[in-house]
């Protein structure tokens, strides 16, 4: 006979928390957000930890290496998205961990047979006044001139201009060489006058680009990511498929940690790629996703590093209106937290708890981390950032993002599932979407931290663990939820807000 959960699962959304004694000291400039982001002994510190309790979903459209230098940045981990060549997976990791603060890689490239109609178009596109031409059109081709606004005369100039007949030609640029240090970098730009430096080998390709705007920016970043060589620290997604190649490249490649990308976790694959990556390397493993006190303890068993939860909470996921499974992200935390609790007690190792999709409201990562989880992971909330891989679109009059599940056709992640060997999806779980542009992550970020902070110092708590031990939380009621927002008002357009 079938084994019954009467107690309905519950959604962040049915939560709210119950403010503690706010003594003096608690001021949001006091808060530490410090969290393990692996295992450790009892009295032991974790061999990482984040700064910040964020990490970015295993997503084509959240996580790349231009992801996980924005976030390590700030504090948190990106987990690189494995639904990609074993190769291009590796590469991007090592380009996060050859990464310079300062020096970034040009996004927005042409070549010189393209056309003014070309620069304006990408211009649009990407919101960047800076193009760099290259032989090739590559971010890291030979570099033959750069376009910025100065360049051409959008009244008078045709749409069909060749850019080598406007573009500041090599010979007139000034470039730094390989090595160059950014306060170097730095001295050029101010030296010339320059908005922006590219930075060249002795092939004359393109390395990397130096902007004026960026120096006072990087000079202060107390809260960033660095492993002992100062490079930023990454995560990766891989699958129960092809771990054996894959694991190595991403290791030689330097990743710090990987994380077996599913939305079920609790499976005999998940078990034997934990194995194989605890008996042959020496890199941590988070495993996953799972909504049960059973799936916690089969894959802590099995050796993971740490432990996501949440099974069709995303905002693009269909998993459960497709396949019936699932658990709301509340339940789900709750009973997962309280296995690892016991856990702890019983052997003295803790096993950090992540926390996966479905959160909506900045407050639901409060409650997340009140209810025991060690840090969230998001892919809607970081989708709709400068910093994702995807494209900016005018859509009506609104800057929308393209953000897109896993699990949908357009990612031909089947990996992801466990389909028993079969190498095309049967059915989506996922869907394709938009969202709406929001800005920089580092502004957003900002904002959200200051929720938190803030509602923690309500709660009495200066630290993550405190909050868990103090929280008090309350379930609310359908009617209850109504007087939550702003109601029985006329708003005015200024005070709608998204988030
Ligand atoms: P969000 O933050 O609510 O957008 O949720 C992001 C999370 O959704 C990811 O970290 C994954 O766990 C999950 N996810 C990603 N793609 C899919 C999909 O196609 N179907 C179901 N879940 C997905």
């Not at 950014?182 to 060249?200: F, T």
């Not at 660095?226 to 699958?239: E, F, H, R, W």
């Amino acid at each position: 006979m079938a084994t019954y959960f009467m107690e309905p699962s519950r959604t962040f959304s049915e939560f709210l928390l119950i403010p503690n004694l706010t003594t003096k000291d608690c001021n949001p400039a006091n808060v530490d957000l410090k969290t393990p982001l692996v295992k450790f002994k009892k009295g032991e510190e974790p061999s990482i930890s984040l700064n910040i309790p964020f990490s970015s979903a295993v997503m084509q459209a959240v996580s790349d290496n231009g992801m996980a230098v924005a976030l390590a940045r700030c504090g948190g981990i990106s987990f690189i998205y494995g639904s990609q060549s074993i190769e291009e997976e590796a590469e991007m990791i090592r380009k996060v961990k050859s990464y310079k603060a300062g020096f970034v890689v040009s996004r927005s490239n042409l070549t010189p047979d393209h056309t003014l109609s070309d620069v304006l178009e990408l211009k649009e596109r990407t919101g960047h006044s800076t193009v760099a031409i290259t032989e090739d059109g590559t971010e890291n081709g030979k570099l033959l001139g750069i376009v910025t606004g100065r360049d051409y005369r959008r009244s008078r100039d045709p749409l069909s201009k060749p850019v080598r007949e406007f573009m500041t030609p090599y010979a007139k640029l000034v470039v730094g060489k390989t090595g160059i240090t950014l306060s170097e970098a730095n001295n050029l730009i101010w030296d010339h006058k320059l908005n922006c430096l590219p930075i060249v080998d002795e092939q004359q390709k393109l390395e990397n680009l130096v902007f004026r705007k960026d120096y006072d920016e990087h000079k202060e970043n107390p809260l960033e990511l660095l492993d002992t060589n100062k490079s930023y620290i990454v995560g990766a997604g891989i699958n129960t498929k092809d771990y054996m190649e894959r694991v190595p490249a991403l290791v030689e490649a330097g990743v710090d940690v990987l994380v077996i990308d599913s939305s079920d976790g609790y499976s005999e694959w998940q078990r034997e790629t934990v194995q194989f990556v605890k008996a042959n390397f020496d890199v941590k493993i988070g495993a996953g996703n799972v909504v049960d006190r059973e799936g916690f303890l089969y894959l802590v068993e099995s050796g993971a590093d740490f432990v996501k939860v949440g099974i069709g909470g995303g905002s693009i996921c269909i998993t459960r209106e497709q396949k019936g499974i699932g658990r709301g992200q509340a339940s789900a935390l709750m009973e997962v937290v309280a296995a690892r609790d016991e856990y702890f007690q019983e052997t003295g190792i803790y096993v950090p708890i992540c926390s996966d999709g479905g959160i909506v409201y900045d407050y639901h990562i409060t409650l997340a981390l009140a209810m025991g989880a060690d840090f969230v992971m998001l892919g809607r909330y970081f989708a709709r950032f400068d910093e994702s891989p995807t494209r900016k679109l005018l859509v009506g009059n609104n800057f929308v993002k393209e953000y897109w599940g896993e699990g949908s056709n357009r990612a031909r992640n089947w990996q992801r599932y466990d389909t028993g060997g079969k190498s095309k999806l049967l059915f989506e779980e996922g869907v394709d979407s938009y969202v709406p542009y929001a800005g920089s992550l580092q502004e957003n970020l900002d904002k959200t931290l200051g929720k938190i902070k803030s509602t923690m110092c309500n709660c009495g708590s200066l630290s993550l663990d405190e909050l868990k031990q103090k929280a008090r939380i309350t379930l609310v009621s359908a009617t209850s939820l109504v007087e939550g927002g702003a109601h029985d008002v006329i708003l005015k357009e200024s005070s709608l807000s998204e988030d």
